[in-house]
C-alpha cells in the first residue's frame, strides 16, 4: 500500500489541510475568547460545570465529527464502491449497544470495560459487515440494500422491546471517567472526537488512493468489467463493507460517551439518512464531501433548530418540519445536484478550464 | 425448470403445512385455530396489495420502490380521514350513510394514490433512469418526505378508527368463536383481486407487454412499444393498490405514521420470498407471510418476546436469503 | 440514391467510454439483401442497435426513407416499419409461441392478416402455437424470432446472426424464408458464414474495427480472394 508519490512535498500538498486542522485545534479557545468564556467551563467548588459559549460550541463540533466518522464509513460503501446499504445505523446502534452493556451490565472495572467494549464493538460490527456481506453481495446490488434495511429495522424493533436494556427508554451510561467523559471535561472529548475524525479521513484518503482503493472504484463503474480482468470484486466488496461498518461503529461509541445514554433510537432509520444524504449533498464518491456533508447540515440544523418560519398568518416552528425540509433537499439533491457540493465545484473548474 | 418447479411447490407446502400445524397446536380450540387462520389470510391480502405492485414494477422496470408502504400508509390516512368528523376531507356531511361512505373514502385513496404514483414515476423517477443507484436512493427520500408530510398534516398521534358502519361491525359464528366478517371481505377482495390481476397480466395485451418487459425490455421496444408509457401505468397501478391496502386496512388497523414501514418491511420479505418479479411467487409469499406473522402473533401472547411478530417478516428474509435467495421462483442474480 | 431504403453515413457510437463504431455507412437498396460481413467484435451487431437507436450514434446520420432517424426512440424507430431480429433468438421465453406473435402487433388484426404467410413460411410454429418459447428448440426459437418481425408490415428487416449455432436443415429452411421476405421488403443481414451470406445477399458492407472499408455487389465479392481473406480471413 503505496501511498502515490507526489511532485510536491507533504507539506504543501496538505496545505489546506493543516490550516483547517489547527483552526479546528484552536477553536475552543478562539470561541472561548470571542464570547469570552472559559473553554474549560465554570468552576464549582473542585467540579467544572460544563456551560458556556465555548463549550456550547464543543458539542456542536463534536457531533460534526461524529456524523462525519459515520458519513466517511457511508461515502467509502457506498460513494467508493458502489454498494448501498439502508441500515448504516446498525453498525452505529450496535457498537453503542454493546459498549454501553460492557460499561453497565458487566462486573468488570471502568478501564478494562472500556477497553473490552470498545474492542469488541468494532470487532462485531466488522464480523456483522462481513455476515451480511457474504450472504447478500453475490446477489444484486438491491439485495444487500434489503437486508441491510432489514436487519437494522429488526435490531431496532428487538432493542425497542428488550427488558433488560430498558426497551423503549434506553439506559444511561453512569461510569466514565473523568477525562472521557463530556459532562466533566468536554475539552478532552473534543480532542478525542477530533483526533478520531481525523484519522479516519487519514486512512480512508490512503486506502482510496491505494491499489485496492482502486479496485473498489473498478467496482463501482463496472463490476462485471473489474471482475473480468482478474479482482474477486466479492472480497473487495467485502473487505469494504468491513472497514465501513468498524468505522461506523467508532461513530457510535463516541455518540454513547457524548450523551451517556443508549437507546434504540441509535438504530432507528435516522442514523441511516443522515449519512446518506450528507454523503449526497458533499459529494458522493469524494474525500472531502462527507465533512462538508456533514459540518453544513448539522450546523444548518443547529442554526435552524429553534427558529420559525412566517409564511402569511401562519407560524412554523422549523423544528417541527426540520425532517420534511431535509428530506426535500434530499429529494432535489438526487435530481438536481448528484455530484454534491465538490463534484459541482470540480465540474465548474472543469468547464472553466476548457473554455480558456 | 420443470425440476424447480416442483421443489418450490413442495418448498410451499410444507412452509404452509408446517405453519398451520404449528396455529393448530398452539390453538386450544378449533375457534381459536379458525381466528389465526383467519388473521393471517387478512393480513396476507393487505401484504398482497403492497407487494404485487412493488414486485411487479421491480420485474419491470428494475426499481425497488421504497416508497411503496408509504402509498399503504396515504391511503390508510386519507380512507380514515374521509370517513371521520372533522378532518381535512370531510365526508360525514356530503354521505351521511357510513356504509356508502366507505366505498367512496375507499375509491378516493386510490385515486390519491394514482396521482402520486404518476407524480413520483414521471417527475421523479424518469430522469434518473440512466443512474439505477440513486432511483433506489431516490424512491428512500420519496418514502421519508410523504411520511414527514403526513405527520405534519395529521400530526403523529396514531388514530383509532372511531366510526360504525355494517361490514366492519358484524359477525358469524363457527365453533363456537366470534369471527369478523371485516376480516373475511377483506380476505374475499383480495382473492377477487388476486385473480384480477393475473387475468390482466395472462390474457390482455398489456398484461403480455408487462410480462415480456420483465424478460427482456430492450426487445420489447424495438417491437414498437412505447415502454415509458408502460412504466408509468404500471408504477401507477402499483401506487394505487397499495393505496388501496391502506383504506381496507384502516377501518381495522386505523392510521398511523410507523404502519407504512412495518408494511413495507413485511413486503419486501414477501417478494424475496416468492422471487422478485414473480406475479404467482408474490401472492403465494403474501399467503406465508401473512400466515407466518398470525403464528407469531398466536405464539408470542403470554409469553416475554413481544416483539416477536414484528420480527418474523425480517427472519424469514433473512431464512430465504440464506437458503434461496432467488426465492421459489425469480432470479436473484 | 434515391433506391435506398436505408442510408447510414459516418456514425460513431459508444458504449460507457468506449468508442465502439468510428465511421460507418452502409447503404440498403429498396428490395434486396444486404449483408453486413466482418469478424467478431468488428462492429456489425453495433450497426444493427444503433440504426435501431438501442445504441445511438453519437454523430453521423441515418436516413430511412430519406429522413433522419438517428436520435430517435427505439420504439418511434420500429413504428416506422423496420423490424428488428437480435442475434441470440431473443424470443420472449416466458410468453407462448402466440403471445410473441401477438405482442408484435402494430396495428389490430396484423397477426390475423399475417397469420397465414407465416405459418407457410414456418409450418412448425402453427404446430407449437401455445407452447412457451423457452420450450422451442433453438432452430424453432429463431424461425419464431423472424416471424415475430413479419407480423406487422415492416419495410426493413434487421436480421442478426441468423444461422448461428443451427443445423444446416434448419439453416437452409431460414435462408429460403429470408430470400422469400426480400420480395415484399428490403434486408440488412449480420451473417458470419460466407457461404450463406453470398448466396443470399447482392449487396456487402464490410464492417472492421468500428469502420466500413469496403463495399459493393456481393458477386465481385465471390470473385476477389485476396479482399475475402484479408477482411473475413476465409477464402
Not at chain 1, 11 to 19: A, D, E, F, K
Not at chain 3, 127 to 149: C, E, K, T, W, Y
Request: with cysteine.
Amino acid at each position: 500500500m503505496a501511498v502515490t508519490p507526489r511532485k510536491t512535498g507533504w507539506l504543501q500538498g496538505n496545505g489546506w489541510l493543516l490550516v483547517l486542522l489547527a483552526l479546528l485545534i484552536l477553536f475552543p479557545f478562539i470561541v472561548g475568547a470571542l464570547t469570552d468564556s472559559s473553554p474549560y467551563g465554570v468552576a464549582r467548588g473542585d467540579r467544572m460545570i460544563m456551560r458556556g459559549e465555548s463549550v456550547r460550541w464543543q458539542s456542536v463540533l463534536i457531533e460534526v465529527y461524529i456524523l462525519a466518522i459515520l458519513t466517511m464509513s457511508y461515502n467509502l460503501l457506498f460513494g467508493f464502491t458502489g454498494v448501498i446499504s439502508f441500515g448504516h445505523a446498525l453498525f452505529f446502534g450496535t457498537a453503542s449497544y454493546l459498549f454501553g452493556l460492557a460499561l453497565e451490565f458487566t462486573e468488570m472495572d471502568t478501564g478494562l470495560a472500556i477497553v473490552v467494549g470498545a474492542v469488541a464493538a468494532i470487532v462485531v460490527c466488522g464480523l456483522l459487515g462481513l455476515l451480511i456481506g457474504l450472504v447478500t453481495l453475490r446477489l444484486k446490488g438491491v439485495y444487500f440494500a434489503i437486508f441491510t434495511l432489514a436487519v437494522a429495522e429488526m435490531f431496532f424493533i428487538f432493542l425497542g422491546r428488550w427488558q433488560l436494556t430498558r426497551a423503549e427508554d434506553g439506559f444511561a451510561i453512569t461510569d466514565l471517567p473523568a477525562w472521557l467523559d463530556p459532562t466533566q471535561s468536554r475539552l478532552s472529548f473534543y480532542y478525542l472526537a477530533l483526533v478520531l475524525a481525523v484519522l479516519t479521513f487519514l486512512f480512508i484518503r490512503r486506502l482510496v488512493n491505494s491499489p485496492t482503493g482502486a479496485v473498489f472504484q473498478a467496482i463501482r463503474e463496472n463490476e462485471d468489467r473489474a471482475q473480468s480482468l482478474g479482482y474477486n470484486t466479492l472480497n473487495y466488496k467485502l473487505f469494504s463493507i468491513v472497514i465501513a461498518g468498524m468505522l461506523a461503529g467508532v461513530a457510535g461509541l463516541l455518540q454513547v460517551m457524548l450523551n451517556k445514554k443508549v437507546g434504540p433510537e441509535l438504530l432507528s432509520v435516522g442514523y441511516t439518512v443522515d449519512p446518506l444524504l450528507m454523503t449526497i449533498i458533499g459529494g458522493v464518491g469524494t474525500l472531502g464531501g462527507p465533512i462538508i456533508g456533514a459540518a453544513g447540515l448539522h450546523l444548518l440544523d443547529v442554526f435552524f433548530r429553534d427558529r420559525e418560519l412566517v409564511l402569511g398568518s401562519m407560524t412554523i416552528d422549523i423544528a417541527n418540519i426540520w425532517a420534511l425540509l431535509l428530506g426535500v433537499i434530499f429529494i432535489l439533491a438526487v435530481i438536481v445536484f448528484p455530484y454534491g457540493v465538490i463534484g459541482t465545484w470540480r465540474r465548474w473548474q472543469a468547464r472553466a478550464l476548457r473554455k480558456r | 425448470m420443470a425440476r424447480t418447479n416442483r421443489s418450490s411447490l413442495i418448498a410451499i407446502l410444507v412452509i404452509i403445512g408446517g405453519l398451520i400445524a404449528v396455529a393448530f397446536v398452539n390453538s386450544n380450540s378449533l375457534g381459536n385455530f379458525g381466528i389465526t387462520l383467519l388473521s393471517g389470510l387478512f393480513q396476507g391480502m393487505l401484504l398482497f396489495l403492497v407487494a404485487s405492485g412493488l414486485s411487479i414494477v421491480f420485474g419491470l422496470m428494475d426499481v425497488l420502490n421504497f416508497a411503496q408502504g408509504a402509498y399503504f400508509m396515504v391511503g390508510a390516512y386519507v380512507a380514515y380521514d374521509a370517513q371521520h368528523a372533522g378532518g381535512l376531507i370531510d365526508l360525514t356531511q356530503a354521505i351521511p350513510d357510513p356504509n356508502l361512505r366507505f366505498p367512496v373514502a375507499v375509491i378516493l385513496a386510490v385515486i390519491v394514490g394514482a396521482l402520486l404514483g404518476v407524480i413520483l414515476e414521471r417527475g421523479l423517477l424518469r430522469p434518473l433512469y440512466a443512474r439505477p443507484v440513486f432511483q433506489l436512493v431516490l424512491t428512500f427520500g420519496v418514502a421519508l418526505v410523504m411520511a414527514e408530510i403526513i405527520k405534519f398534516i395529521w400530526t403523529t398521534t396514531p388514530y383509532s378508527w372511531t366510526e360504525v358502519f355494517g361490514v366492519r361491525e358484524s359477525f358469524f359464528e363457527l365453533f363456537g368463536q366470534r369471527f369478523s366478517t371485516y376480516r373475511l371481505f377483506v380476505v374475499g377482495m383480495g382473492i377477487v383481486l388476486i385473480i384480477l390481476i393475473a387475468l390482466l397480466l395472462r390474457r390482455s395485451r398489456i398484461g403480455i407487454i408487462i410480462r415480456a418487459g420483465v424478460e427482456d425490455r430492450e426487445m420489447v421496444q424495438s417491437l414498437g412499444i412505447n415502454v415509458q408509457t408502460v412504466f408509468t401505468l404500471v408504477f401507477t397501478l402499483g401506487c394505487a393498490i397499495a393505496a388501496l391496502g391502506g383504506a381496507v386496512a384502516a377501518p381495522f388497523l386505523g392510521a398511523s405514521t410507523t404502519i407504512g414501514d412495518i408494511f413495507l418491511l413485511q413486503a419486501i420479505a414477501v417478494v424475496v420470498l416468492g422471487g422478485m418479479g414473480s406475479y404467482e411467487g408474490t401472492a403465494i409469499g403474501s399467503v406465508m407471510v401473512g400466515l407466518a406473522v398470525a403464528v407469531a402473533q398466536d405464539a408470542a401472547i403470554g409469553t416475554s418476546f413481544a416483539a416477536l411478530p414484528s420480527i418474523t417478516p425480517m427472519l424469514l428474509l433473512i431464512l430465504v436469503l440464506l437458503l434461496r435467495p432467488s426465492g421459489l421462483f425469480g432470479n436473484a442474480r | 440514391m434515391t433506391d435506398s431504403i436505408l442510408e447510414v453515413r459516418d456514425i460513431h457510437t459508444f458504449i460507457g467510454q468506449f468508442h465502439i463504431l468510428e465511421g460507418v455507412s452502409v447503404s440498403v437498396p429498396v428490395g434486396s439483401i444486404t449483408v453486413l460481413l466482418g469478424r467478431n467484435g468488428a462492429g456489425k451487431t453495433t450497426t444493427l442497435r444503433s440504426i435501431m437507436g438501442l445504441t445511438p450514434p453519437a454523430r453521423g446520420q441515418i436516413l430511412f426513407d430519406g429522413k433522419n432517424i438517428a436520435g430517435k426512440h427505439p420504439h418511434a424507430i420500429a413504428q416506422l416499419g423496420i423490424g428488428y431480429v437480435p442475434e441470440h433468438r431473443a424470443i420472449f421465453r416466458e410468453l407462448t409461441v402466440h403471445e410473441n406473435l401477438r405482442i408484435a402487433e402494430r396495428k389490430r388484426g396484423d397477426l390475423a392478416r399475417k397469420a397465414d404467410f407465416i405459418f407457410e413460411l414456418f409450418p412448425d410454429l402453427k404446430r407449437l402455437i401455445d407452447l412457451p418459447g423457452g420450450n422451442l428448440s433453438g432452430g424453432q426459437q429463431q424461425m419464431l424470432a423472424v416471424a415475430r418481425a413479419l407480423v406487422p408490415d415492416n419495410r426493413l428487416l434487421l436480421i442478426d446472426e441468423p444461422s448461428e449455432g443451427l443445423a444446416p436443415v434448419i439453416i437452409e429452411q431460414l435462408m429460403a424464408a429470408i430470400s422469400r421476405l426480400a420480395e415484399s421488403s428490403s434486408v440488412l443481414l449480420v451473417e458470419q458464414n460466407f457461404r450463406v451470406a453470398s448466396r443470399l445477399a447482392q449487396q456487402y458492407v464490410i464492417i472492421e474495427e468500428g469502420q466500413s472499408p469496403a463495399a459493393g455487389k456481393i458477386d465481385a465479392l465471390v470473385q476477389d480472394a485476396a479482399l475475402v481473406q484479408r477482411y473475413l480471413g476465409v477464402a
